[in-house]
């Protein structure tokens, strides 16, 4: 059996359970940018180039109300996606020897890759820079396809889409959920959701996002020892 034949045999069971939940989110993705009045093509446009599911929803009202707010937008990404700082760093040591693909491994680390790629141990005898890679290419593929499905159902079906956009919230809880079953995981989670309160309660809900990984940012040092 070839090297990438077998990884890939290895790394499919893995996605199983992401494939239900990232293609649903997909979908649900797809029918509120239909609703919003954008086409198919560009819905799964900005999913196969954007790929950042969170900040994906959180542009749907932005795009309904036909409005031009880029640094808004810019800000908006960033408080939204500043987490993707902690994975970066996590994963520097899995995706240091993948070559070629690493460019692809960092384009499509999100929520979920970065969940299962981190807690998925390397079979044995299976090539780990292929196992990661087909693992991070068929989350991919679920919400890239989730989102072609939900926008062309979205032309199909109507009805009220009210509450369709906690999906997103949902998926977190899970994904919070499973990493906490892990007793060495707990006290980071723990770290985690202290910061994210403290900043809560400083600032408001709509600015809290940056203080709270700043806060996350300054744990870790200080668990690590690490002082600059």
């Not at 196992?131 to 991070?136: A, C, I, T, V």
């Not at 509450?163 to 906490?180: C, H, K, R």
């Not at 994210?196 to 809290?208: C, I, K, P």
Request: some cysteine; overall charge positive.
């Amino acid at each position: 059996m070839g090297v990438k034949k077998k990884a890939f045999k290895a790394a499919f069971p893995n996605t199983i359970s992401i494939m239900a939940g990232s293609t649903s989110l997909g979908v649900v993705y797809g029918m509120l940018m239909e609703t919003a009045g954008v086409s198919a093509p560009w819905a799964i446009v900005m999913s196969a180039v954007a790929f950042c599911g969170s900040m994906q929803f959180a542009t749907v009202p932005i795009l309904a109300a036909s409005l031009f707010e880029p640094l808004q937008v810019l800000v908006l990404s960033l408080m939204i996606n500043a987490r993707h700082l902690f994975y970066g760093i996590s994963m520097l040591e899995k995706y240091k020897d993948m070559g070629k693909l690493k460019g692809f491994m960092v384009c499509t680390l999100c929520d979920e890759s970065f969940s299962t790629e981190s807690h998925c141990p390397v079979p044995e005898k299976v090539d780990k820079k292929w196992f990661y890679f087909f693992m991070s290419l068929m989350i991919y593929f679920y919400w890239v396809a989730g989102t072609a499905i939900g926008s062309m159902a979205g032309m199909l079906i109507t009805f009220d889409t009210t509450g369709l956009d906690f999906a997103m919230t949902a998926l977190f809880i899970v994904l919070f959920t499973e990493y906490w079953k892990k007793k060495e995981n707990r006290s980071a989670a723990a770290m985690g959701v202290l910061a994210s309160l403290t900043a809560l309660l400083v600032f408001d809900g709509v600015t809290f996002m940056i203080p709270a990984m700043l806060l996350m940012l300054m744990a870790v040092f200080v668990r690590k020892k690490i002082w600059i």
